[in-house]
């Protein structure tokens, strides 16, 4: 028996100390701290027999002598995530997925294990086969290819995977696995980093892609040291608002393509579907225009997406009016009400404001702050804008209609989908000319109040 070593690890950050402490160093977060058994692991890790591979010392080559042709990417059936992981699964790739509970990881994962046609290992912690069997029924036929273990000892699950020889492997979570070399519980920093490290050599030795799934925190991390992120060759993200049918897959950091691209997808009663024309269906009410309505023109990655504000202003009841705001950062919607105030004259100062994103979705682009103050004021005039107009433009402090990015792009979304007349910043330059669509220039936010 190897001499039992204890460390004390921080459960946030995964900073190691040798005794214990209050407050961690590294992130200052207070009772994180907890001592943890590790054993310092045997020589050979995931297989303990010889590994001639592992042991080839590897020689320096020059940068052209380095044969690149040989990536082969497993173009998987959902085109989704090939686009998000910059054209399919790169062989011996570590992919990790991050995600609330409940919002779809395991039913992506599976789907995509049922859809391969190649062998598939789905390694569950946290469901039974039978339970996973109840799943792939409401998603899809019966696969061939599809096999499904239930284990959570990673040199187990190791055995396992010798005597089938998977092509792809998908472990659900990697929070739920332990390896016999530490003594650490499950879930703990350091089994999560041990457990990680030999799915790793596997994974690079086999070239055999790995997809962990992983827990999030409170705080939207992924659980586990940060050191988990920095080790995988992918790290995305499933995002969405669990009330809502609409779900974002994000690439976080990829070391096979751009971190640009978002997969969109719709949970429904047999699974998560593919959104391939995500703006038709973003926006709800087509025909009938209502007051505090406006529709931007936003940029979600390299793709356009036309979203719809809504806005509602009313008298406050209370003596501090009241702000809120759902899909759009509270603090903007602050600093674009005092810009209203200030450049447009608006007495908003004793009204309740609030604003909703359709959807469910969230938008850090910009560019939706003029839809954002045409809803409001458009609520607060309570007119109704035009259905068939659409905004993209930053409103800066002091009133100004500012330019976007890829303003091509945008108007060529909005003429696609039958709008009239786009609204963008005055000094926006592009060179096309659409055929069918308006385009408004707008300098200062006065300007816009014409149109209402
Ligand atoms: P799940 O994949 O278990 O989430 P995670 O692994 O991220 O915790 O997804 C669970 C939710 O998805 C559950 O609340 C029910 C819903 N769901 C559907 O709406 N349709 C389906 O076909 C499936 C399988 C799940
Ligand atoms: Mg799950």
Redesign the pocket.
Known sequence: MAKVKTTFFCQNCGAQYAKWQGQCNACKSWNTIVEEVVQVPKKGDWKTSNNSQSKRASKPLKISEIDSSQTPRLKTSDKELNRVLGGGIVSGSLILLG?????????????LALKLTCKTLYISG??SQKQIKL?AQ??APNSPHCYILTETNTQKIFKQIEALDPDILVV??IQTLQSDFLEASAGSVSQIKQSTTELMKFAKETATPVIL?GHITKEGSIAGPKILEHMVDTVLQ?EGD?NH?FRILRAHKNRFGSTHEIGIYE??????REVQNPSELLISNKEASLSGNAIAVTLEGMRPLLVEVQALVSSAVYGTPQRSATGFNAKRLNMLLAVLEKRAGFRLGAKDVFLNITGGIRVDDPAIDLAVVAAILSSNEDAALTKNYCFAAEVGLSGEIRPVQRIEQRIMEAEKLGFEAIFIAKNNKFSLKPKRIQIQLLGKIEELLNFI
């Not at 995600?99 to 789907?111: D, F, V």
């Not at 949970?267 to 998560?272: F, K, N, T, Y």
């Open positions: 995600g609330e509970p409940g919002i779809g990881k395991s039913t992506l994962m599976l789907q946290e469901e799943r409401r998603i659900d979570s799934i499933f669990r049918v949970m429904q009663g047999d699974g998560l």
